[in-house]
């Protein structure tokens, strides 16, 4: 922008306050207390005596080291840290002489320890002047971005006591007197043990190591996400070996030094994926559990394009498959000893023979082992092919590949699914409280029941024959390849609806779960996730419930079933006219009349269109959003609009009427009545 005006000297104005400098002799420097004067030491230990209670030693070299607790003091802090453990030694000659900070967190890798350390030394050196309590406060307001730093490659050092000499020597002594001295058998022809060959370690480039270190910490941040509010989950100092639980699927089906199974220690290199994780079966017999983690390993390494927790899901639900497959290697191998013997016997016949078989075209190919593993459950082939379209595995070693179909177990309860759920920057979903709408078995009657938590049985009683009933719900994650959220146990009762339920996502940026959000079917939330502020939506357009198997044994039906009435309504979407009739033009709602179970818009459409006297509707179905619930009076649960429309606009309607003349009808008596009066006076 041009200056307008200009001084006398050509320079251009300014907006700034036209004030003189203040002279030097009006600036006086900060007081500072007579202690601190005399002796700066004592004073600013005392500053940190009095703020944190350290507790305090004295080194050999006569420095003092406090130790302390600092708490955060950013609301916003993004890092689960709730004290850092400080360490504070204050040399003798101090403040000639820096102070040293030390980290002691044990849950804080030693890298980013290092670096809070480093930004102590780098205050203190910018900050010369400044006392022990303002080092401290400057290291609280710039502890986030010490922490946010690149993790400092660190070293650690394992003693290994050497024993090769005790081995040597327990294979020179001589068996002890008095034994007697074995018979000598005739010598035997024994193949030499064969030595592994070594394979040199595989040397990666810098780009590959930065890749590799990318990609584990953001699946190590997935693992955490999903696994770390658990009770049996644990991490090692080093961040290498993760604790986790883990829940095998069919258990009957796992060997007996397997059953007892219930966590797993993963172990994953630093430089995963480039190194190969690996895993080992706690609370097992080693016998049944060195061969199902071998086959994991190898497993692992061909599946590179899997996640860790992609791995921990595979081995939950195909523990028992691989327990298998070790033990028909173990079989295999079993078999084929003793025709080693008559291979080498035969081995100038085969030789002599193979010149013929490299002409030939036809090659012989062996069955594969796992098609002559019969399943214990007696299910049929049928059976076994419908339900190998649900996933597969694949197992590969050397040539040979073999794919094991998932036989999943049946599941128990009524199955609800959210078929077309619209995920939009989520990666799972969850309902994690369950609001339902049941028809009870005795009377047919409607009942609603609410907050039913995962795992928890849920009791209640029928509001018209007070029969009792009860619902426990088991949930499983929705994602963008499984729309079936849990399943339902039922006892006394069946599902009709939803109703508004809460439900947990999971942000498909940092995998972090968010808060309880609370939908229903037609419905369309879109919220920010906390970690890192990116923008989700989900939108549940249709639930369907699918009866597997009851709870208890269902009643016997008496007499035919109701056929139920197709509507065509979709949730979320208007009724017709927002379900006005002729009769009632202000009415937005369809009720369910209890006597045929059809819909009418109201009592004299179904007198119209029935042959029988009608009964009290206790169900209707709401105008704006077309979702069907219990009767109410006024307004919708789901959408909250109003079902009944307002007569008039603010004279007199059902005895509530207003006193201001300007609002009244013209043909209202009282709207010119004493007008040019005042209020309050009286006649004469």
């Given at each position: 922008m041009l200056p307008l005006h200009q001084k006398d000297n050509g320079s251009p104005t300014t907006r700034k306050q036209a004030v003189a400098e203040a002279s030097d002799?009006?600036?006086?420097?900060?007081?500072?207390?007579?202690?601190?004067?005399?002796?700066?030491?004592?004073?600013?230990?005392?500053?940190?005596?009095?703020?944190?209670?350290?507790?305090?030693?004295?080194?050999?070299?006569?420095?003092?080291?406090?130790?302390?607790?600092?708490?955060?003091?950013?609301?916003?802090?993004?890092?689960?840290?709730?004290?850092?453990?400080?360490?504070?030694?204050?040399?003798?000659?101090?403040?000639?002489?820096?102070?040293?900070?030390?980290?002691?967190?044990?849950?804080?890798?030693?890298?980013?320890?290092?670096?809070?350390?480093?930004?102590?030394?780098?205050?203190?050196?910018?900050?010369?002047?400044?006392?022990?309590?303002?080092?401290?406060?400057?290291?609280?307001?710039?502890?986030?971005?010490?922490?946010?730093?690149?993790?400092?490659?660190?070293?650690?050092?394992?003693?290994?006591?050497?024993?090769?000499?005790?081995?040597?020597?327990?294979?020179?002594?001589?068996?002890?007197?008095?034994?007697?001295?074995?018979?000598?058998?005739?010598?035997?022809?024994?193949?030499?043990?064969?030595?592994?060959?070594?394979?040199?370690?595989?040397?990666?480039?810098?780009?590959?190591?930065?890749?590799?270190?990318?990609?584990?910490?953001?699946?190590?941040?997935?693992?955490?996400?999903?696994?770390?509010?658990?009770?049996?989950?644990?991490?090692?100092?080093?961040?290498?070996?993760?604790?986790?639980?883990?829940?095998?699927?069919?258990?009957?089906?796992?060997?007996?030094?397997?059953r007892s199974v219930n966590n797993i220690h993963l172990i994953v290199p630093l430089l995963y994926p480039l190194q190969d994780i690996r895993i080992q079966l706690n609370e097992a017999d080693a016998k049944d559990a060195e061969p199902v983690e071998d086959l994991f390993v190898q497993r692992a390494a061909d599946q590179k394009q899997m996640n860790l927790m992609g791995h921990v899901n595979y081995?939950?639900?195909?523990?028992?498959?691989?327990?298998?497959?070790?033990?028909?290697?173990?079989?295999?191998?079993?078999?084929?000893?003793?025709?080693?013997?008559?291979?080498?016997?035969?081995?100038?016949?085969?030789?002599?023979?193979?010149?013929?078989?490299?002409?030939?075209?036809?090659?012989?190919i062996p069955r594969p082992p796992e098609w002559t593993v019969r399943n214990d459950s007696g299910s049929s082939e049928e059976e076994e092919t419908s339900s190998s379209d649900d996933g597969g595995v694949e197992l590969e070693r050397g040539e040979e590949q073999t794919s094991i179909a998932i036989l999943d177990a049946p599941e128990h309860g009524t199955m609800i699914s959210f078929p077309s759920v619209e995920l939009h920057g989520l990666e799972l979903l969850q309902v994690s409280l369950l609001s339902l709408t049941i028809k009870c078995d005795r009377c047919r009657t409607l009942n609603d029941l609410t907050g039913i938590k995962p795992g928890v049985e849920k009791t209640g009683s029928c509001k018209k024959c007070a029969s009792a009933f009860s619902a426990k719900y088991n949930p499983q994650y929705v994602h963008e390849h499984s729309s079936r959220a849990g399943f339902i146990d039922l006892a006394g009762c069946k599902v009709a609806d939803m109703l508004p339920s809460t439900f947990v996502p999971t942000c498909g940026r940092c995998s972090t779960p968010s808060h309880g959000l609370v939908s229903v079917?037609?419905?369309?939330?879109?919220?920010?996730?906390?970690?890192?502020?990116?923008?989700?939506?989900?939108?549940?357009?249709?639930?369907?419930?699918?009866?597997?198997?009851?709870?208890?044994?269902?009643?016997?039906?008496?007499?035919?079933?109701?056929?139920?009435?197709?509507?065509?309504?979709?949730?979320?979407?208007?009724?017709?006219?927002?379900?006005?009739?002729?009769?009632?033009?202000?009415?937005?709602?369809?009720?369910?009349?209890?006597?045929?179970?059809?819909?009418?818009?109201?009592?004299?459409?179904?007198?119209?269109?029935?042959?029988?006297?009608?009964?009290?509707?206790?169900?209707?179905?709401?105008?704006?959003?077309?979702?069907?619930?219990?009767?109410?009076?006024?307004?919708?649960?789901?959408?909250?609009?109003?079902v009944i429309g307002k007569k008039g606009r603010g004279f007199w309607e059902g005895g509530k009427g207003t006193r201001d003349q300007r609002m009244m009808s013209r043909k209202d008596p009282r709207k010119y009545k004493r007008i040019g009066t005042q209020p309050g006076a009286q006649k004469s």
């Open positions: 002799s009006r600036v006086f420097a900060k007081p500072v207390p007579k202690a601190q004067l005399e002796d700066p030491r004592g004073y600013q230990l005392g500053q940190v005596r009095k703020r944190y209670s350290p507790k305090e030693t004295i080194t050999p070299d006569g420095a003092t080291s406090m130790v302390f607790k600092m708490t955060p003091s950013d609301p916003d802090f993004p890092f689960e840290l709730a004290h850092l453990h400080c360490d504070l030694v204050v040399p003798k000659n101090y403040p000639a002489k820096r102070p040293v900070l030390k980290v002691t967190n044990k849950d804080i890798p030693r890298g980013f320890s290092i670096n809070v350390e480093k930004g102590w030394d780098k205050l203190a050196e910018e900050k010369k002047g400044s006392t022990l309590l303002s080092l401290i406060n400057a290291l609280d307001k710039n502890l986030e971005i010490f922490l946010s730093e690149q993790k400092v490659e660190t070293v650690k050092l394992v003693h290994f006591k050497d024993t090769r000499h005790l081995q040597q020597g327990h294979q020179q002594a001589q068996p002890p007197l008095g034994v007697p001295k074995p018979v000598a058998k005739p010598a035997t022809i024994s193949k030499p043990p064969t030595s592994k060959a070594y394979v040199p370690e595989k040397k990666h480039s810098r780009e590959e190591i930065a890749v590799a270190k990318e990609r584990r910490a953001q699946e190590v941040r997935q693992l955490e996400a999903r696994m770390g509010r658990l009770p049996l989950y644990r991490r090692s100092a080093d961040g290498v070996v993760f604790t986790l639980p883990l829940e095998p699927k069919k258990k009957a089906d796992l060997p007996e030094g397997l081995l939950a639900q195909h523990l028992h498959l691989l327990a298998k497959m070790a033990q028909l290697n173990a079989a295999k191998t079993e078999t084929s000893q003793p025709q080693d013997t008559k291979s080498e016997a035969t081995g100038e016949d085969d030789a002599a023979t193979g010149s013929d078989m490299e002409k030939s075209h036809i090659q012989y079917r037609g419905e369309t939330m879109t919220n920010v996730c906390r970690e890192c502020h990116s923008k989700f939506t989900f939108k549940i357009p249709d639930v369907k419930f699918l009866f597997i198997t009851p709870g208890t044994l269902p009643p016997p039906t008496s007499g035919p079933k109701r056929k139920t009435e197709k509507l065509g309504l979709h949730a979320g979407e208007p009724l017709p006219n927002r379900g006005a009739c002729m009769h009632y033009r202000k009415s937005y709602r369809w009720f369910r009349f209890s006597c045929c179970n059809k819909v009418y818009s109201c009592d004299r459409c179904h007198e119209e269109a029935e042959d029988h006297p009608n009964e009290w509707a206790n169900r209707m179905i709401c105008g704006w959003c077309s979702r069907e619930q219990n009767y109410a009076v006024d307004e919708c649960k789901f959408c909250g609009r109003g």
